[in-house]
């Protein structure tokens, strides 16, 4: 059994106010796809990443040999069943494990991948890290644009990735999908009724979206 991953890179991050894709924003010198793969190789055997078409040639220099470069789909979901695609062609048995991650959360550590990953091995379909959240939660304002109902937010947990799967499973929930929107393999996978599990996520897991979020990826690229 070995580890795969998938490193979904396609999306343009037209938030981030760069005009070219966010995971070839330099962060440190360094585009974002290398910081990610920085931690992803170390256990993953195999990694494919999924690019914009039309910048496929600067991925692959951005990779530097770590991984192969595929194009993404129009959807994240497209992305994921391309670079799965890719995997397989490749070598990716069912039993084996696959990883799915963000370009975009480059900084998650290494340990808090590895804690998902034995949680699959252990007998999980899939293992989701976690955060708590910390801002305080109100329901979306109403017509009038009155402030929201409180929520508590004890009972919401921040999803981050990579989420980890056996790559059997997330196949069949890809294959059994009804549309191509959805932005979270988890719930793919839950829809058939298998096994998910949380892990405990990392701070440094942050989704890199807005150009503020550059600094703070930037502090943790210099101290990670």
Known sequence: MTVSAVITAAGMGARLGFALPKAL???AGRPLVAHALDRVVPIASRIVVTAVP????????????RADVVPGGPTRQASVWAGLGALGSRGMAPDDIVLVHDAARAFMPT????E??????????????LVPVVDTLVTAPGDDDGYGQPVDRDQFRAVQTPQVFRAKALIAAHEAASGDSATDD????RELGLR?????GHPWGLKVTHEGDLALATFISNHS
Do not use: K
């Open 25 to 27: 924003v330099p962060v």
């Open 54 to 65: 039309e910048y496929l040639d600067a991925f692959i220099d951005a990779v530097d040999g």
């Open 111 to 114: 340990a808090s991948m590895r």
């Open 116 to 129: 998902a990953i034995v949680a699959v091995e252990a007998g999980a379909d899939a293992a989701i890290p």
């Open 186 to 189: 988890a719930t793919l996978v």
């Open 196 to 200: 998910v599990v949380a892990t405990e």
